[in-house]
């Protein structure tokens, strides 16, 4: 294995398993491990050091939206939990910034304590904005795209650099950095525009939305959406019709609640749950004739 060397070593971890950083509660050891909670420069500091070394690194938020592999991630993965949260009055309507870090749920809550409306949908997301941005998260109709302003996003060969909506490219749940295999960025700030509210009407929406997710969605460990819903239709109806609600590979159930939601009902392995997602795949091909895109990600050796 590579040495490395970066400020703050002693934070470093090595052959630290990543399940615990995953809300599928699955995944093998990174190589080394660390975890950013400081400062935007700290964060920064480190990942530029492993970049100069040749060292890959994968930058994680909630680990929400990643199936980990059993062998685990070469390199340095960098948990980004630098939650900063800013309001004011800026230019062209930008009245809100949160650092990558920030949790989805802490910056949804905060917009709705300021009295500023249109990230209510995320106030019961798991993850961060940083993995929000790459994705396009979005849930109830509204996504980040519909409030995002600009990002700044470091990149390991252009440095800092301050992207637009446009440079963007939001899709559903894609953007021009979900593009990028290489990964070799970090998503700094996010700034927003959000629409001033009352904000008790804004905390009653909220709780409506967390309220229909409880009678819609499975508790427990999962990645939320395995698969992106096809162009008007569902993926969770497909799969329920398909049959496959309470299909088990291992410890990876498709919930019988929410058949496009997989749960790690115990000690499911990285492999179980990728087995399940490709059953389910060619079950409903075979049904629908409709091939399922995946809305997560597999990380690290497959
Ligand atoms: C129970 C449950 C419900 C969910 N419901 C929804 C939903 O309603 N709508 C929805 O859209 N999603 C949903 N998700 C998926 C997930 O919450 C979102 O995709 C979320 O935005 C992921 O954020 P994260 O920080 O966990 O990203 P991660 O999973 O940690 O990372 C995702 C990707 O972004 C990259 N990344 C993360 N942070 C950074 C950064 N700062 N800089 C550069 N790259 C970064 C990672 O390398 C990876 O490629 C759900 C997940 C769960 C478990």
């Known amino acids: 294995m590579m040495t490395l ?7 470093l971890v090595r052959d ?15 190589d080394w491990l660390y975890v950013a909670r400081e400062s935007t420069d700290e964060l920064v500091e480190v990942v530029s050091a492993a970049w100069a070394q040749g060292v890959p690194v994968r930058v994680l938020g909630g680990g929400a939206n990643v199936l980990v592999s059993d062998q685990g991630v070469r390199g340095l993965v960098v948990i980004n939990d630098v939650a900063e949260v ?28 300021r009295g500023l409306a249109g990230l209510e949908w995320a106030a019961s997301v798991p993850g961060t904005v940083g993995g929000a941005v790459v994705n396009n998260a979005g ?39 979900k593009a990028r295999p290489d990964r070799r960025f970090v998503v700094l700030l996010a700034t927003f525009a959000l629409t001033p509210e009352d904000p008790a009407v804004i905390q009653t929406r909220i709780e409506e939305l967390i309220a229909y997710r409880k009678r819609t969605q ?21 799969i329920e019709a398909a049959g496959l609600k309470g299909c088990r590979i291992g410890s990876a ?6 058949a496009n939601f997989f749960v790690n009902i115990g000690d499911a ?29 597999r990380v690290g050796e497959w």
């Open 86 to 113: 800013t309001f004011g009055d800026w230019h062209d309507g930008r009245n809100a910034a949160a650092t990558g870090g920030t949790g989805l749920t802490v910056l949804a809550r905060k917009s709705a304590a």
């Open 5 to 11: 060397l970066v400020p703050y070593a002693d934070r």
């Open 16 to 30: 630290e398993p990543l399940a615990r950083y995953t809300a599928a509660r699955l995944g093998g050891p990174a």
């Open 269 to 297: 392995t990285a492999a179980d749950y990728s087995a399940l997602i490709e059953h389910v795949r060619e079950v409903v091909y075979r049904h629908s004739g409709i091939a399922l895109e995946m809305e997560i990600e």
């Open 139 to 177: 849930a109830h109709g509204r996504d980040m795209a519909a409030s995002l302003c600009d990002a700044v996003v470091l990149d390991a060969e252009r440095g800092p650099q301050l992207m637009s909506r446009e440079d963007l490219a939001f899709g559903y749940r894609d953007s021009a950095l």
């Open 218 to 238: 499975p508790p427990g460990a999962s990645l939320g959406s395995i698969f992106k819903n096809p162009p008007g239709d569902y993926a969770g109806r497909l």
């Open 253 to 258: 159930l498709v919930s019988p609640v929410h």
